[in-house]
C-alpha cells in the first residue's frame, strides 16, 4: 500500500464466500480505470476466503485484506470499508457481484462532471450461480430530481419488493456519505442510507449495463425469517400476514433471532430521522413530512402486522406450554404388531 491516496475506494464485506470472491475480485482488477484501492473486510470466514484474497492482494498491492476476529454482522462489516477507506469517491461491492471493465471510469466521469451528484451507478444485469445472463433489471426512479423532496419521495413511497436497491452499489461521494451514520443494523438499513444520501443530492442511473449482480438460493435477500420456519409450529397467525422485510431483523443482527422486533415501526422512525438529520429548507422539510404521512397511511397493515406477530411471539411460550407433547411413536397404543 502506497501513502499516495487513490480516487476510488471499494469495500468488499464478505464472510464464507470462497465460492464467489475471487470472480468478484478479479472483475475489478480489470477495470480500465486503475486509481483505486480495494478492501476486503473479512468478518471472522472459516472457509478458504482468507486465502483465496491474500493469493489475490499478493498479485495487487491495491488489494487490501481486513480480518474481523469475530463476527460483528453485516451493517458493522460494511461500514468498516467505508472507515478504512481513504478515495474521494467511494462504492460497496458483494462479494458475489462482478462489473463490467467500463464501471468504474463510467462512474467517476459523471461524478467528476456535476457536483449535485452524490451517486452514480450503471444499469444491471442479472446472472446465476454460474455468471450466466438471467435478464436485464430496470427500475426507473426520479431519484435525479432537483428538489430532495421528490427523491426522498420516490424512495420512500417505492414497493421494496420490487425495487433491488442497486444504488447502495453505486459509486458515491465519500464527503456526502461521511454525513450519515452509514448502514443500520436493522432491516432495510440498505435502503434507510439510500434515503439518507438522497436527501444529500442527486443520483445518476447511466445507461450502460455495467453491473452483474448475482442471483443465488443462499444470498441475504432469499432467507427467511426464524418465525416462519419454527420446527414447533409457532407463528400460527403471523405465517398467513406476509414475511416482512428481506432480509429480516436476525440476519441484520443475530441478538435478535427470536426476539420480538418491529421493523416497520424501525423503518418509518428512520426515515423520520432522515429529514431531522438533514439540513432542509423549511419547505422542502414540510414536503419530505407530508410524503411520510403518506407513507403511514399507506403502511397500516404492516405496521399491524408487527404488532399482531409481536404479541403472537410474547404469548408463544403460554402457547407452547398449552400445548400437547407428542407421543412417542414406540410407546403408542396405535402401534401396530
Given amino acids: 500500500m502506497t501513502d499516495q491516496k487513490p480516487r476510488v475506494s471499494i469495500g468488499m464485506p464478505v464472510r464464507n464466500g470462497q465460492k464467489y470472491v475471487r470472480e468478484a475480485i478479479e472483475s475489478i482488477m480489470a477495470q480500465t480505470f486503475t486509481d ?51 478515495g474521494e469517491y467511494f462504492r460497496w461491492h458483494a462479494h458475489d457481484d462482478m462489473i463490467a471493465p467500463e464501471y468504474l471510469a463510467e462512474c467517476v466521469k ?140 436476525e440476519w441484520w443482527d443475530s441478538k435478535l433471532k427470536g426476539k420480538v422486533t418491529y421493523p416497520e415501526w424501525r423503518l418509518m422512525r428512520e426515515y423520520f430521522a432522515s429529514i431531522r438529520a438533514t439540513k432542509l429548507g423549511f419547505v422542502e422539510a414540510m414536503k419530505c413530512y407530508g410524503v411520510m404521512a403518506i407513507w403511514t397511511v399507506l403502511n397500516v397493515p404492516k405496521l399491524a402486522r408487527d404488532c399482531i406477530v409481536a404479541l403472537e411471539q410474547l404469548l408463544s411460550p403460554i402457547i407452547d406450554r398449552m400445548r400437547p407433547d407428542p407421543i412417542d411413536e414406540v410407546d403408542s397404543p396405535r402401534k401396530s404388531v
Fill in 110 to 249: 459523471a461524478l467528476d462532471a456535476d457536483p449535485t451528484i452524490v451517486c452514480a451507478y450503471p444499469k444491471t444485469k442479472i446472472i446465476d450461480d454460474k455468471g450466466a445472463f438471467i435478464e436485464n433489471y430496470d427500475f426507473r426512479l426520479r431519484t435525479d430530481a432537483a428538489k430532495p423532496s421528490r427523491r426522498f419521495a420516490e424512495l420512500v413511497l417505492v414497493k421494496h419488493r420490487h425495487h433491488r436497491a442497486c444504488e447502495i452499489f453505486g459509486l458515491m461521494r465519500a464527503s456526502a456519505l461521511a454525513k450519515t451514520p452509514l448502514e443500520g443494523s436493522y432491516a432495510r438499513g440498505d435502503s434507510v442510507l439510500i434515503v439518507r444520501m438522497a436527501l444529500l443530492g442527486r443520483y445518476v442511473e447511466l445507461e450502460p449495463r455495467l453491473f452483474l449482480s448475482r442471483s443465488h438460493p443462499s444470498q441475504s435477500m432469499q432467507q427467511l425469517p426464524s418465525r416462519l420456519k419454527d420446527a414447533h409450529g409457532r407463528a400460527l397467525l403471523s405465517r398467513y400476514l406476509g414475511t416482512g422485510p428481506f432480509p429480516p431483523p
Fill in 36 to 86: 483505486w484501492e480495494l478492501i476486503v473486510c473479512d468478518n471472522a470466514s472459516t472457509d478458504a476466503t482468507e486465502q483465496i484474497v491474500r493469493e489475490l492482494a499478493a498479485r495487487d498491492p491495491r488489494v487490501r485484506y481486513h480480518r474481523n476476529e469475530t463476527d460483528i454482522g453485516p451493517a458493522g462489516n460494511h461500514n468498516i470499508g467505508f472507515q478504512l477507506a481513504r
